[in-house]
C-alpha cells in the first residue's frame, strides 16, 4: 500500500508566462506512480503547456518540477529524457522522410549509450532494430516498417507517435491527446495500447485527452484545469459528480455522466 | 517479426561485389584511366595528352571530397552553411603555410634519417602537416557549430556567410603579407619532390583517387552509423531529436567536425595540387561551388556529390574552351534547367524514379496475386 502512494512526479506551484499572457498559474500536481493520471480541461485551459513544462520544452517563470525527488526544472528536454520520462504530441511530431522502423530505431538507440559510434554501420547494432520491431508489433503497424513515416494514414501516425515515445522504455509517459484527429473507430486499439502500457505494471501514464468516456473509464486520478488554474482534483467518480467541473467544463452535454459513472462503479 | 529479421540480414550480405557492382567498375576504369589514355594517344602515361587529362580528373576526385563534405552537412544534417569555403581555405592555406615556412625551416636545421641512412625528414613533416591541417579543420568545424547554437535555419546561414567572408578578408589581409603573399597569395609552394604534382602527375593521380576513395568510405560509413541517423534525424525534425533524448547541439557540432575534417583535407590536397594558395580559395565563389556540385548531383547522397564535381569539372572545361570568360553564364541557364527539370539532382531523381517503379511493381504483383 505505501509503494502505491510513491510520487514519481510533482509538480510545484508552477507559473508560465507569455509576456501578459499567464498560461500556467500555481499550479501543483502529485502523480503517483503506476497510476494512470488524466488531465482534463476546456481548451486554452494550459493542459499542453503543463506538460511543455513538465517535459523540459518549456521552462517555468517561477515553481519547480520533481522527478523522483529530483528537482529536474531547469533539466535541457534531452536529459529529461535520459531519466525516463517520454512525451508524445498533440500534433504528429515524427521523422516524416524516414521509415517507420527507423523512425521507432532511433527512439530506442537514444538512450542505448551507442550514439558515438562513428565508424560502425548502425545495422551492427541489432537490439535497437529487434527492440523497434517489437515496439513496431506492440502499437500495431507491422508491415509497414518499410513504409515512409508520411505515407502513413493519419491513425497510424498517431501509433508511430506512440511507438517513438514506447521505444525509449520511459517509467513515465506524457501522453498529448493520443487519439487527436482519430475517427471513433480507431479509439479502441489505442485504448488497447494503453491498457497494454498500464499492464506492464511499472508505468506511469499522464494523459491529456477531450474524449471524456475515454477519461473516465481509464483514469486512476483526474486533474481538472481551467484557465491556467487547478480547479479540482480527484477519482473519476468525484470528478464527475463534482459541481464546480460540471457547470466550467462538462456542462450540459455530459449532465447524465454522474449517472452513469455512478451507476458502473456503486 | 523474424521473418523480417532474417530479410534484413539478406540485405546486408550479396556479396561486397554484387553490391557495388557499378562503383568497382568505375573504379577499375578509374584505376585504368592513365594507361588506356596512354594507349590511345600514344603517348607515356606521365606526359602530353594523358598527362593533361589526369590533371582534370585529379581536379574533379579533389572537388569531389569537397562537395561531398558540403553535403554532408546540408544533405544529410540539413544545415545550410555559406561559409565552407574557410574549411577548404583553412586546409590550404594550413597545408601552404606550413610547407613554405615552417617546413623548409626545420628540414634545414634537424635531419632525420632511418637507420639505412635514408632521409625522411620532409615525409615526416609532410606528415605532421596533415595533422596540422586536421587540428585545424576539427577547430573551424567546432568554431562553425558554435555560432548554431543560438541562431537556426536562414539567420544561422547568414551568420555563416560572414564568419566565411571573414576568413576570406583574413587571407588576404595587407597585414600578414609576409606570411600569406596577401592578395597574390602564396605560389610555388616547395611540395615534396615524391608528390610533386608536375614531375609524378601518375603518382599525384593515384593518390587524388585513394584520397577521394577512402574519404567517400569514410563518409559513407559515418552516415550510415548510429551517430549519422542522428543527422538525417536532426534533418528530419530537430525538435523530435531533442524530446527522445539526443542533444541536438552535439549532433550538429560531430557533423560540422566531420564535414570540416573531409573539406580541409580537400583543401590539403588542392593547394598540393596547385602547389599554391590563394585567397580565391576562401571566397564564397568557392562555398557557392560546393552548393552547386552538390544541387547537381543530388542532395542527401553521397555519390550525388561526387557526379556534381565530375560535371561541374567537364562544364568548367569545355564551356571555357568554348565560350570563353562567359562560360559562368551559360553554366547558370544550364543550371537552372537542371534544378528545375531534375529538383532532386541527378542522383536522388534516379533514385525516386527507381523508387516508384520499383513501388509500382509491387503494386502490380500484388494485385496479380490477390486476384488468384
Redesign the interface.
Known amino acids: 500500500m505505501n509503494s502505491d502512494r510513491e510520487i514519481i512526479l510533482e509538480a510545484k506551484n508552477l507559473r508560465k508566462e507569455f509576456g501578459g499572457l499567464v498560461a500556467v498559474e500555481d499550479v501543483s500536481v502529485q502523480i503517483q506512480a503506476r497510476t494512470l493520471h488524466s488531465i482534463i480541461g476546456p481548451n486554452g485551459a494550459g493542459k499542453t503547456t503543463l506538460f511543455n513544462l513538465l517535459s523540459g520544452v518549456l521552462k517555468p517563470t517561477r515553481g519547480f518540477v520533481y522527478f523522483k525527488g529530483q528537482d529536474i526544472t531547469h533539466l535541457p528536454p534531452h536529459r529529461i529524457a535520459h531519466l525516463g520520462i517520454g512525451r508524445s504530441f498533440q500534433i504528429t511530431n515524427i521523422f516524416p522522410n524516414l521509415t517507420v522502423l527507423e523512425n521507432i530505431r532511433l527512439a530506442s538507440q537514444a538512450l542505448g549509450g551507442d550514439n558515438f559510434r562513428l565508424l560502425k554501420a548502425s545495422s551492427d547494432f541489432q537490439k535497437y532494430v529487434d527492440k523497434a520491431l517489437q515496439v513496431i508489433e506492440w502499437v500495431g503497424l507491422k508491415g509497414r516498417e518499410a513504409d515512409l513515416a508520411r505515407n502513413l494514414a493519419h491513425g497510424e501516425k498517431r501509433k508511430l507517435e506512440l511507438g517513438i515515445m514506447l521505444a525509449a522504455d520511459p517509467q513515465v509517459l506524457l501522453l498529448d491527446e493520443p487519439t487527436a484527429g482519430m475517427s471513433s473507430e480507431q479509439v479502441p486499439a489505442l485504448l488497447e495500447i494503453i491498457h497494454s502500457i498500464m499492464n506492464l505494471g511499472d508505468k506511469t501514464i499522464i494523459l491529456v485527452e477531450h474524449r471524456m468516456d475515454m477519461v473516465m473509464s481509464i483514469s486512476d486520478r483526474i486533474t481538472v484545469m481551467h484557465l491556467g488554474g487547478l480547479l479540482a482534483e480527484g477519482t473519476p467518480q468525484e470528478i464527475a459528480s463534482n459541481q464546480t467541473v460540471q457547470t466550467a467544463y462538462l456542462g450540459d452535454l455530459y449532465g447524465d455522466l454522474t449517472e452513469s459513472m455512478e451507476g458502473k462503479n456503486g | ?1 523474424a521473418e ?2 532474417t530479410q ?1 540480414v539478406k540485405k ?1 550480405k550479396p556479396g561486397l561485389f554484387k553490391q557495388n557492382q557499378l562503383a568497382i567498375i568505375v573504379l577499375v576504369l578509374l584505376i585504368l584511366f592513365p594507361f588506356i589514355m596512354s594507349l590511345i594517344t600514344g603517348q607515356p602515361a606521365n606526359e602530353g595528352k594523358p598527362k593533361f587529362w589526369e590533371g582534370q580528373f585529379i581536379n574533379f576526385f579533389i572537388m569531389a571530397v569537397y562537395a561531398m563534405s558540403y553535403d554532408l552537412l546540408m544533405g544529410y544534417t540539413g544545415i545550410l552553411s555559406f561559409g565552407h569555403a574557410a574549411f577548404f581555405g583553412a586546409g590550404a592555406y594550413t597545408m601552404a603555410l606550413w610547407l613554405t615556412h615552417f617546413a623548409p625551416l626545420i628540414s634545414s636545421q634537424y635531419k632525420i634519417t632511418l637507420p639505412g641512412g635514408m632521409d625522411i625528414t620532409t615525409t615526416l613533416l609532410f606528415i605532421v602537416a596533415l595533422l596540422l591541417v586536421l587540428i585545424v579543420s576539427i577547430l573551424m568545424g567546432l568554431f562553425f557549430s558554435g555560432a548554431s547554437v543560438r541562431v537556426k535555419g536562414v539567420y544561422f546561414a547568414m551568420i555563416t556567410l560572414a564568419i566565411g567572408e571573414a576568413f576570406h578578408i583574413l587571407s588576404k589581409a595587407t597585414d600578414f603579407v609576409k606570411w600569406t603573399g596577401a592578395d597574390e597569395g602564396l605560389h610555388g609552394v616547395p611540395v615534396p619532390l615524391w608528390i610533386n604534382p608536375t614531375q609524378h602527375r601518375l603518382r599525384f593521380y593515384f593518390m587524388a583517387l585513394f584520397f577521394m576513395v577512402v574519404m567517400y568510405l569514410f563518409l559513407k ?2 552516415t ?7 543527422f ?2 536532426i534533418r ?2 530537430e ?10 547541439a552535439t549532433y550538429r557540432s ?1 557533423a560540422f567536425v ?1 564535414s570540416a575534417i573531409a573539406a580541409g583535407l580537400s583543401g590539403a590536397m588542392f593547394s598540393l595540387w596547385n602547389m599554391s594558395a590563394t585567397p580565391s580559395m576562401t571566397s564564397a565563389v568557392t562555398t557557392i561551388n560546393a552548393l552547386i556540385m552538390t544541387i547537381l548531383g543530388g542532395v542527401g547522397t553521397l555519390i550525388g556529390p561526387i557526379l556534381g564535381a565530375g560535371l561541374m569539372q567537364i562544364f568548367s572545361q569545355f564551356f571555357y574552351q568554348w565560350f570563353g570568360a562567359r562560360w559562368p553564364l551559360v553554366f547558370g541557364l544550364i543550371f537552372i534547367a537542371l534544378v528545375v527539370f531534375l529538383p532532386y539532382g541527378i542522383v536522388g531523381t534516379y533514385r525516386l524514379r527507381k523508387q516508384g517503379m520499383k513501388a509500382g511493381w509491387t503494386r502490380f504483383t500484388k494485385q496479380f496475386s490477390a486476384k488468384k
Open positions: 517479426m523480417l529479421q534484413n546486408q560509413r559515418v550510415e552509423s548510429p551517430t549519422g541517423r542522428v538525417v534525424a528530419e525534425n525538435n523530435r531529436v531533442r524530446m527522445i533524448g539526443f542533444n541536438p560531430l566531420t
